[in-house]
């Protein structure tokens, strides 16, 4: 079992950045893949980033290439986002994700885990 705790959203203006980060607790939280996806209201929730279990492979959407990077700390048992030049249009819940077996995994469906979300709104 893995529990997933994100932190570090917030309101921020356009052009701004957030960082967010997802506590893991489980010892296995090394041999799994993590993802961020995203929800805002009334759409599905969509992919934004994906890190192997080592950390060295990072995979990204592609509206997100560019202005997010994906990390983690397998010491720690954390999976950071640092998001930068934000839009409205970045705004949405985030989630922190694991559990997956393959890499890239950029469908909900591949995570196991999941954590309760952290809201980011950006302001205009």
């Known amino acids: 079992q893995v529990q997933l705790v994100e932190s570090g959203g917030g309101l921020v203006q356009a052009g701004g950045s957030l960082r967010l980060s997802c506590a893991a607790s489980g010892r296995t939280f090394s041999l799994y893949a993590m993802g961020w996806f995203r929800q805002a209201p009334a759409n599905e929730r969509e992919f934004v980033a994906a890190?192997?279990?080592?950390?060295?492979?990072?995979y990204y959407a592609s509206s997100m290439k560019g202005r997010f990077t994906i990390t983690r700390d397998n010491a720690e048992n954390t999976v950071s986002l640092q998001m930068n030049s934000l839009t409205p249009e970045d705004t949405a819940v985030y989630y922190c994700?694991?559990?997956?077996?393959?890499?890239?995994?950029?469908?909900?469906?591949?995570?196991?885990?999941w954590g309760q979300g952290t809201q980011v709104t950006v302001s205009s």
């Open positions: 890190i192997s279990a080592s950390g060295r492979n990072t």
């Open positions: 994700a694991a559990g997956s077996r393959v890499f890239p995994a950029t469908s909900r469906y591949q995570y196991d885990y």
